[in-house]
T-cell receptor, first 111, second 113 residues
Framework: DQQVKQNSPSLSVQEGRISILNCDYTNSMFDYFLWYKKYPAEGPTFLISISSIKDKNEDGRFTVFLNKSAKHLSLHIVPSQPGDSAVYFCAASGAGNQFYFGTGTSLTVIP | DTGVSQDPRHKITKRGQNVTFRCDPISEHNRLYWYRQTLGQGPEFLTYFQNEAQLEKSRLLSDRFSAERPKGSFSTLEIQRTEQGDSAMYLC???????????FGPGTRLTVL
């Protein structure tokens, strides 16, 4: 059973516009959420995270929003740049030490 | 380079052979994770170490898989009697006790013929 879901396998956005990547989770015990970025032939790279006590966290061009009642989080990238083209994974963890990852969204930023 | 390193980066083996992968963590990170990733999927948790103790194992980790972290530093993941279904990218990630963020290595891509 997939506890973290990314329902959009791919997304294309024009350079300079906003990219919005979505993630849903099913386990209400999750209390920490992360976004990772992955280029081909490399391991995932940590991007930004948010604790369940917050509903927003911002780091430069990247903002993560958390809606606990809807069990939904999203990553906003503004403005999008061609170098942002990659696969983005969301991940969640709870009281244990396991991290659960979504299936990823491939973002293409068109120059 | 002080990041997480994995060796080898690629491994091609014949079905039935044993393979072993190594992960060297960031030096101050006492927590180490192994994941498996197949095409179109996100990383799937396999096992977790805190220092040298293996504290959690996924049900994905069959008895053909074994992992060790003998001195709480580097870790090895061994797969015995490999099967074609074992073909995947094997990722290692580490973190320290203060933060939830994991840092991933580049992975070992295993192909079982």
């Amino acid at each position: 059973d997939q506890q973290v879901k990314q329902n959009s396998p791919s997304l294309s956005v024009q350079e300079g516009r906003i990219s919005i990547l979505n993630c849903d989770y099913t386990n209400s015990m999750f209390d920490y959420f992360l976004w990772y970025k992955k280029y081909p032939a490399e391991g995932p790279t940590f991007l930004i995270s948010i604790s369940s006590i917050k509903d927003k966290n911002e780091d430069g061009r990247f903002t993560v929003f958390l809606n606990k009642s809807a069990k939904h989080l999203s990553l906003h990238i503004v403005p999008s740049q061609p170098g942002d083209s990659a696969v983005y994974f969301c991940a969640a963890s709870g009281a244990g030490n396991q991290f659960y990852f979504g299936t990823g969204t491939s973002l293409t930023v068109i120059p | 380079d002080t990041g997480v390193s994995q060796d080898p980066r690629h491994k091609i083996t014949k079905r039935g052979q044993n393979v072993t992968f190594r992960c060297d963590p960031i030096s101050e990170h006492n927590r180490l994770y192994w994941y498996r990733q197949t095409l179109g999927q996100g990383p799937e948790f396999l096992t977790y170490f805190q220092n040298e103790a293996q504290l959690e194992k996924s049900r994905l980790l069959s008895d053909r898989f074994s992992a060790e972290r003998p001195k709480g530093s580097f870790s090895t993941l061994e797969i015995q009697r490999t099967e074609q279904g074992d073909s995947a990218m094997y990722l290692c990630a580490t973190r320290n006790r203060a933060y939830n963020e994991q840092f991933f290595g580049p992975g070992t891509r295993l192909t079982v013929l």
